[in-house]
């Protein structure tokens, strides 16, 4: 066939493809890491009263400038996310969204461009629905697009797509068709659907296939607040829906079991490890929601704790799985390349006494490297064992903690 004639044809056939095409837009090929405003800062928007605090460009600056000055974006914590209230109240006179003209001066693609010099990225919020969870301006159908070209051209690298105030057929339409606006705009942008949360989570209203084809990560569940009770829910619920769950995670697709709030008022150290080992299992995005100028040194050294986001972004993108549980304990395990695994034993027991454990690894599915493995203790940061098939290491668990160990095979 002529070339030219079949170059037309080819292209003919890719715009009739197009609306099925899966996002694969090469993002997120281990989970995304950053800030974000939401948990710790919700929707203050009162700057006169609360400066330091309000959701304005200021925050976001600041928030940008911490994470390259105290280690973090070397670390991976490379997206800074504005959440919900950045918006005003009206489209501009072509229709688009706009920032706060008084909170957010500079402009969206100011920020951006600030954040951007500090090697970092800009995430922003939407709504798929006529107002956002907090009330402001949402996204519509017949928005979509000019809302994705407008995050484009303000060169935002990331939208988390709320669901809000839609219903469900809304949904099924206006997540897919951002997902293709935003491809469409030729800038890429990481896209987080809250879409799931909002139809329970789980087949077969959730359609996990096509939502791994259309999203990076996306929210499942309900959204985390600052206590461990809510930390401890949601750890069970993905627990217990695994089965669905864990097939849909991998490369550039990631549930996501919400923030992380290691550094705020609601855990205590030893929930704030356990929160992370979790997390790390789940492979999920690590974005904190906390103060970067006041956080503790302990939070802070938890949360930039090298294996334990060696862990979490471990390339074979593999989700783990919980392995045993009874009513205050469970075991959660995570193959990791090269032969490598996390596993995680979580004491849910609230009984002001440690729990002891005998780690042996046969028994887990752990076997196969005749020298032995290597155990790391991830948060006492040290080598606690070396165990071939006949060797076992007891420890203890602290009550509502977890011990956390990388198991690295030697042959
Ligand atoms: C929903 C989301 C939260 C946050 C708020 C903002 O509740 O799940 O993560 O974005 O909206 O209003």
Request: charged share 20%; glycine share 6%.
């Given at each position: ?31 995304p890491m950053g800030w974000i405003a939401w948990e710790r800062f919700r929707c203050t928007t009162d700057c006169n009263s609360y400066p330091d605090h309000c959701i304005s460009e200021e925050l976001f600056k600041v928030m940008a400038d911490k994470l390259v000055e105290d280690g973090w974006k070397d670390l991976g914590y490379k997206y800074v996310n504005i959440d919900d209230c950045w918006s005003a109240m009206v489209r501009d006179v072509n229709g688009k969204l706009q920032p706060d003209p008084e909170r957010f001066p500079s402009g969206i693609k100011g920020l951006a461009d600030y954040v951007h010099s500090k090697g970092l990225k800009l995430g922003i919020y939407g709504d798929l629905g006529h107002s956002t969870c907090g009330g402001y301006l949402g996204t519509l159908l017949e928005t979509v697009d000019v809302d994705a ?263």
């Open positions: 066939m002529h070339c030219g004639i079949l170059v037309v044809l080819v292209a003919f056939f890719l715009t009739l493809v197009g609306p099925c095409q899966p996002l694969d837009n090469g993002l997120a090929r281990t989970p070209k407008t995050f484009a051209e303000w060169e935002v690298d990331m939208l988390k797509l709320d669901g809000c105030n839609s219903n469900s057929t809304e949904r099924s339409i206006g997540y897919p068709k951002m997902s293709h606006a935003l491809n469409a705009t030729g800038r890429q942008i990481v896209y987080s659907c809250s879409w799931p949360a909002y139809e329970d989570g789980l087949p077969p209203k959730v359609n996990y296939t096509l939502i791994g084809e259309l999203c990076n990560l996306w929210r499942n569940y309900d959204d985390i607040n600052d206590s461990w009770s809510k930390v401890l829910a949601i750890i069970n619920w993905f627990g217990d829906h695994q089965e669905d769950l864990q097939p849909a995670a991998g490369p550039g697709r990631w549930n996501d079991p919400d923030m992380l709030i290691v550094g705020n008022f609601g855990l205590n150290q030893d929930q704030s490890k356990a929160q992370l080992a979790i997390w790390a299992i789940l492979a999920a995005p690590f974005f904190m929601s906390n103060d970067l100028r006041t956080i503790s040194a302990d939070a802070k050294s938890l949360l930039q704790n090298k294996l334990l986001i060696h862990i979490d972004q471990d390339k074979l993108g593999q989700q783990g799985v919980r392995i045993k549980k009874d009513e205050d304990f469970q075991l959660w395990k995570r193959k990791l390349s090269h032969g490598q695994f996390a596993l995680a034993y979580l004491n849910t027991a609230e009984l002001g006494e440690a729990k002891s454990f005998t780690l042996s690894l046969p028994p887990l599915r752990i076997e196969g490297c005749s020298h032995g493995y290597n155990i790391y203790d991830v948060f006492d940061k040290k080598l606690v064992a070396f165990l071939t098939s006949n060797h076992t290491h007891s420890f203890r668990v602290n009550p509502t903690s977890v011990v956390l160990f990388f198991v690295r095979p030697i042959c």
